[in-house]
């Protein structure tokens, strides 16, 4: 009954909705306790926040897909309350359906260039005193002013200078009416939940809340990296994708680890991606435990046999008559 009243799917998608109080809760306790948290448990509460995080990216994940309600307003309110306590989900969204729309291989990507370390350092010590300001709105400010005064072409060299031709197609979604609304509703929420926690303690903000979001936020960057690196074929829906089936990793993302599975069939409900492995080619790419794992520090041998394998594809050419 209430999944027919309430809920399109099943029931169990109250278990992703449920990751919005958790984690506002969470941050709201952080900031009234902070004053009288010592040193090492401010530590603790580091990898904490970061599986908060995941919890936030695996069930926006789910909903983005197979939205949870019947009701339009619940399903707009679910996006809004995953901004409040993530990042603004409209935008974030719409970059993950350009993914799925396009191909690109990850095994010619370094992870380092994807989370910013190879940038010189003092672009990144640039980048971390901007995130300040960047936390009360300001990068999405300026967005919305430009994408009222420049055409999105312009826009998409200013704000994705590597990926112009993803940026003109994000910006061309975002400037439809609809979208619109939604990314600032969802802007509006996230800047709300900042000012509150600022409003309650102004250090725990500038010194914790701010400091370790950039951390998570950086290293969630590489996540389609860790998703996608050592793919079989990337062109191939079937071996484009690495899964992880391990219980905890997708206990707490939310079925996020059946990556292959998922990207065979984007629409299926997270839970019946575990059936679909039996779908699947044996010679796909799996890791075991997490995701986090999959990266070239851990797999030595694939990484020097994907630069082999670059450099034979980079000479074939030149060996043309």
């Keep these: 009954m209430v999944v027919g009243m309430v809920f399109k799917h099943s029931v169990w998608d109250a278990t992703n909705a449920a990751v919005i109080p958790l984690q506002a809760a969470s941050f709201v306790w952080l900031a009234l306790a902070y004053p009288g948290l010592s040193l090492g448990t401010l530590l603790a509460m580091v990898p904490v926040v970061y599986v908060l995080a995941l919890l936030n990216s695996g069930a926006n994940h789910n909903h983005y897909h197979t939205p949870f309600f019947h009701a339009r307003w619940l399903n707009a309110a679910a996006r809004m309350g995953f901004s409040l306590v993530g990042a603004p989900k409209t935008p974030h969204n719409l970059y993950h359906g350009y993914h799925h729309a396009t191909k ?10 994807v989370i910013g370390l190879r940038r010189p350092l003092h672009k990144q010590v640039l980048a971390i005193l901007m995130f300040y300001p960047e936390s009360f709105g300001f990068k999405y400010l300026v967005l919305f002013v430009l994408l ?15 990926d112009t031709v993803m940026g003109v197609r994000l910006f061309k979604r975002i400037k439809e009416p609809a979208a619109l609304r939604a990314a600032k509703l969802d802007v509006a929420v996230w800047v709300g939940f900042r000012v509150l926690l600022c409003v309650i303690d102004w250090q ?43 219980r905890v990793y997708n206990w707490i993302s939310f079925n996020l680890g059946y990556h292959q599975e998922h990207h065979l069939r984007p629409g ?21 435990f997490t995701h986090y794992l999959n990266l070239p520090v851990f797999y030595p041998a694939l990484a020097t046999d994907l630069v082999a394998r670059r450099g034979a594809d980079a000479e074939r050419p030149s060996a043309r008559p």
Excluded at 280 to 285: H, N, V, W
């Design 104 to 113: 690109k291989s990850w095994n010619e990507v370094s992870f380092l260039q």
């Design 148 to 162: 009222k005064r420049w055409s999105v072409e312009r826009l998409a060299k200013f704000a994705t200078p590597d």
């Design 204 to 246: 725990f903000f500038v010194f914790f809340f701010v400091p370790v979001t950039y951390v998570v936020e950086t290293l969630r960057m590489g996540e389609d990296y860790m998703h996608h690196w050592g793919a079989v074929d990337p062109d191939d829906p079937r071996r484009d994708a690495v899964s992880c089936y391990g």
């Design 268 to 288: 299926e409900h997270w839970l019946r991606l575990p059936a679909m492995s039996a779908e699947l080619p044996i010679d796909r790419r799996t890791v075991p």
